[in-house]
């Protein structure tokens, strides 16, 4: 099975699971990406989009379509993220085209004070739902395949990556379907997926 493949089964085991199971968060699951948001995240990166994150967005453009904004007294409008955005442990969203590269902006303007704690050929894809410095980024600099590493508030963890970013999505919806994964629960709320520490 190619990785798109594998990225493909194993999204689409965890679309059905939520579907069947958690149809409020199912909700938050956005409708594909265009070829204008892949293009535009193209633009961004400042190099090709790897196929299997294409792959991804291509079938859901994140999991923030209850997402909405706030406007401060300042008039700056900000993000205010919807607990139904959360489909994975710890507290982690999908981040669609847009988010990505806010996300990816945010990381490389730390890592001008941090040197060495973000790179440009990274790409965050699941990361904190409150937007904090941790979650799972797609490393492009490799010649075969795409590693994806764990990222903690202080810097990544390279001694145990995943493999790519099929085998990080089979994990999830392995979790889902044995109901449980590593050392969180899932749990359905009002319709709503929640992971709970066990």
Request: proline letters at 6%.
């Amino acid at each position: 099975m190619s990785e798109i493949e594998e990225v493909r089964a194993a999204w689409g085991r965890i679309v059905r699971w939520i579907t069947a199971n958690a149809p409020s968060t199912a909700e938050a699951l956005r409708g594909p990406a265009t070829d204008e948001d892949i293009a535009s995240l193209h633009d961004a990166l400042g190099f090709e989009v790897p196929d299997v994150l294409e792959a991804l967005l291509r079938t859901n453009n994140g999991s923030g379509a209850k997402d909405t904004t706030q406007t401060l007294p300042n008039g700056r409008m900000v993000p205010v993220n919807h607990v139904d955005s959360v489909i994975f442990p710890f507290g982690k969203v999908l981040l669609g085209c847009e988010e990505i590269v806010e996300t990816r902006a945010q990381m490389l303007d730390i890592a001008q004070d941090a040197e060495g704690y973000w790179e440009p050929h990274l790409i965050p894809v699941i990361w904190d739902f409150e937007r904090a410095y941790y979650g799972y980024a797609m490393d492009t600099s490799g010649s075969s395949g795409f590693r994806v590493l764990h990222y903690a508030e202080v810097s990544p963890n390279e001694t145990d990556p995943t493999a790519s970013l099929g085998e990080l999505l089979t994990s999830f919806a392995d979790g889902m379907d044995r109901g449980n994964w590593d050392v969180q629960r899932p749990q359905v709320e009002n319709g709503a997926l929640r992971w709970r520490e066990e």
